[in-house]
Every structure is written in C-alpha cells, then in structure tokens.
C-alpha cells in the first residue's frame, strides 16, 4: 500500500500514482510466465469491450487448469494464452479452452 495515514488509509489513490495487476503462473515456487498490466488500460479496454476483456482473463485462469496435466507444460500455456487453444507441447491433442 502506498504510504497513508490513519485518516486517509480509505481515500482514492492519487490519480498520478500507477497500478499495475500481475499475472504470474510458477511451478513449485519457479515463475514459468508473467505479465503485467496497466490497470487503467485495462479500464479503457472494459469500457471499449468488457465481454471480450473479461474472456480475455478467463482465458488466463482457463489455460493454466488445462494445462496442468499436459505434457510441455510452459509451451502449452504459452501457446493457450495467445490463442486460447490447449495442447501438449503447444502443438499436440488440442482443444479450446
């Protein structure tokens, strides 16, 4: 949290100050991908297209469960968040996720 105090711990951020939402998968405690989004361009996107923005980050919780059991785990999801298509190795027994 940015530095506040007991009267201001529940007022807006600053409009100057950047927020920025994570996504990282790890595999036992080792980061195999990470982005890093703008929240306010993500705000510009759900007003332009919130359906599709919120499929959007579906997709990144939907790709890691079908990935899991697959076999080239970090090219399957690599390959699933670009595309929204699950496969083994990023190439094999696919299926849209």
Known sequence: MPDVGLFTSTKPLDPEMKVVIKYSVEVNGLPVYNESYDAG????????????AVELWSRRIKCVVCCRPR????????????DGVCCSHGRDDCREV
């Open 41 to 52: 361009t993500i705000a510009k996107e759900l007003e332009e297209d919130e359906t599709r």
């Open 71 to 82: 076999e080239g785990f970090s090219a399957c999801l690599t390959r699933c968040l670009a």
